[in-house]
């Protein structure tokens, strides 16, 4: 049993993270518009990481450039997802969230010169393929995609090039990073909504903020510690493969609770994202056999 607990703790928060756009859309209902609500959420949890940054300040201050870009590139992709996972429709947004691997690829073979066998390749044209089909196909030279597209596409971006700084920066723990994150985009939030980018919410019952805080603290926090567990505790390459859920979870969970469909376009462009994230998923296994052998 012990063995499979890494399995069951990540497979767990993977749905927890297909599942996240329920309390984030009731929430949402209830008067906390999504800036506002990132910053209260995450500006939580960054309080209760807190400590183990403090603690562990020695380690990460030499790293500090690195943990800058950590809050700057984490705390965007988590701002840029919650937003719009609250207004954009879920699987779509998901789907092209999930584009991770034509960033993660490209990210390595640029910054980290990391070998790209044909495979991979595939992976990376098969996700941009269904990307196009996603947005519309030959129909984007003539309507743009929309702001929530955009949106999902760059906290895709941004979370890739976070993957990449904390693979960089081996010698920080990973509890400082993901403290890093989450201050990140509290700071970033809060900088939106001094600029007015979108108005501060006061006007909501108590009931709201309190469901905000059973949210960062019950769900939120116990998603990224799963997840964060679950991937320290087993090779990427299986970890990986259990992550997807998260996608499957979304898109089952929207189509049967929000009645949310997509086109045979769409559904073939899912298709070859989903794809191109199994192929990158067993290529990093395969690499891991290797090394171990």
């Known amino acids: 049993m012990k063995a499979y607990l890494p399995v069951i703790v990540l497979f767990g928060a993977s749905i927890l993270w297909g599942l996240s756009w329920i309390p984030l859309k009731a929430i949402n209902a209830m008067g906390i518009q999504g800036i506002t609500l990132s910053l209260g959420a995450y500006g939580i949890i960054a309080l209760v990481m807190s400590p183990q940054l403090l603690r562990q300040r020695r380690v990460w201050w030499s ?3 690195v943990m800058f870009l950590i809050a700057l590139f984490g705390g965007g992709a988590n701002l840029a997802f919650t937003y719009s996972l609250i207004n954009g429709d879920v699987i779509r947004v998901m789907v ?4 991770l691997p034509v960033w993660g690829v490209l990210g ?5 010169k990391e070998r790209i066998d044909r495979w991979r390749w595939f992976g990376v044209v098969a996700a941009v393929l269904g990307a196009f089909l996603i947005l519309g196909g030959f129909k984007i030279l003539e309507t743009p995609p929309s702001w929530m597209d955009a949106l999902a596409l760059l906290s895709g971006l941004l979370f890739a090039l976070n993957n990449l700084l904390f693979r960089f920066a081996q010698s920080v723990p990973v509890a400082s ?3 890093a994150m989450f201050y990140g985009c509290f700071a970033l939030a809060g900088l939106l909504l001094l600029v007015h980018v979108e108005p501060f919410v006061m006007n909501v019952g108590i009931h709201a903020w309190g469901a905000l805080g059973l949210y960062a603290l019950l769900w939120l926090l116990l998603a990224n510690i799963g997840s964060q567990w679950g991937v320290t505790h087993m090779e990427a390459g299986r970890s990986s493969i259990i992550i997807i859920m998260e996608l499957i979870t979304a898109a089952i969970s929207a189509t049967i609770i929000a009645g949310e469909t997509m086109d045979l376009r769409e559904y073939i462009g ?8 199994l192929i990158e998923a067993v290529r990093n296994q395969e690499d891991e056999t290797k090394e171990r052998a």
């Open 96 to 99: 092209l969230f999930y584009l």
């Open 177 to 179: 990073k993901i403290g």
């Open 108 to 112: 390595g073979y640029f910054f980290l």
């Open 270 to 277: 899912g298709f070859l994202i989903l794809s191109a994230a």
């Open 63 to 65: 790293h500090r450039k």
